[in-house]
């Protein structure tokens, strides 16, 4: 069986991508399914909220990163397996779950310069580089692919090679976004780039989903935008809000807790959008 490949994705920053994927591969993680979490983020958030910042480090150290998986494919080198980058049994939740992780490091802003660098001067063009990145990716996923039910996609803000690459194998995109107008402008420009890719492999738009994230009930102007949204774009039925709890849950904690514990009165929801995103990926 493959896995079903989903990447959380934005152009805009700041709008919970990180916190959906961390929160998401939580749940899941806990209702049985086997998750693999690839953060594509140089910034490394989610990297640090699944893994704490003290085995990041181990981690780093010991060349368990994207960076060096990538590394071997532009200065060569001995090829190692992508398995063997990949950290198992993440998250500070408790339980015996498989949330596995590979990590990206402030490095893995270099390695897409230097590809760059290093095809364009063998004489690649951009559709031939676009491909080269999809292909590394793809054969990267399908050496783990017997392993997870899912896998989840980190993606940064703005454009990357291999935020591209990882659109183009995913199966599912989740749009997180805050419900105001400048964040609304961003999805239609973004989610034309997702649907041609989807088209491409015949799938519909049925397989990209905005989630709206943030919400401020008492705030008029997310209702209306919420709204707005909905008309426009396929939403999620569940609004995450804005809660001090969820920004809390992105610190690690030593001391290993339920779900409940950490989400706190968040958790109810995090678990009803987990559900629905269960049944709009066809993950049941
Ligand atoms: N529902 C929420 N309630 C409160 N705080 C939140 C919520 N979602 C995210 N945050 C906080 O907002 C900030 C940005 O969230 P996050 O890092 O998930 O966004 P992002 O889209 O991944 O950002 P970037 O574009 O930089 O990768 C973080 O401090 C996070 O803890
Ligand atoms: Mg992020």
Not at 47 to 57: F, K, T
Not at 180 to 200: C, H, N, P, T, W
Request: with cysteine.
């Amino acid at each position: 069986m493959t896995p079903r490949t989903v990447s959380v994705v934005n152009m805009k920053g700041g709008v919970g991508k990180s916190t959906t994927v961390a929160s998401l591969a939580e749940v899941l993680s806990t209702e049985g399914l086997r998750v693999l979490v690839i953060d594509l983020d140089p910034q490394s958030n989610v990297s640090m909220m699944l893994a704490g910042q003290d085995r990041w480090i181990e981690l780093r150290q010991s060349e368990k990163t994207i960076d060096a998986y990538f590394n071997q494919y532009v200065y060569g080198g001995e090829p190692r397996f992508f398995r063997d980058f990949i950290a198992t049994k993440v998250s500070d939740i408790s339980g015996d779950h498989t949330l596995d992780l590979l990590i990206s490091t402030p490095e893995f802003r270099y390695i897409e310069r230097h590809a760059l660098e290093k095809w364009v001067s063998q004489g690649f063009d951009i559709r031939q580089l676009n491909t080269r990145f999809s292909r590394l990716t793809n054969s990267a996923i399908e050496n783990v692919s017997e392993s997870y039910d899912v896998v989840l996609f980190d993606c940064p803000p703005g454009i990357s090679m291999f935020a591209e690459a990882a659109i183009e194998l995913s199966e599912f995109i989740v749009i997180p976004t805050i419900p105001d107008y400048v964040s609304r402008l961003g999805i239609f420009a973004f989610r034309k780039r997702a649907l041609r890719s989807m088209e491409q492999r015949r799938f519909t738009d049925e397989r990209i989903w905005t989630l709206i994230t943030k919400y401020e009930q008492a705030n008029t102007l997310h209702q209306s935008e919420s709204e707005m949204l909905k008309q426009q774009f396929n939403v999620f039925d569940t609004r995450i809000p804005q809660t001090e709890q969820i920004a809390r849950a992105a610190e690690w904690s030593e001391q290993k807790r339920t779900f409940e514990q950490k989400y706190g009165a968040a958790a109810p929801v995090i678990r009803r959008f987990a559900a629905e995103f269960r049944e709009r990926a066809g993950l049941i």
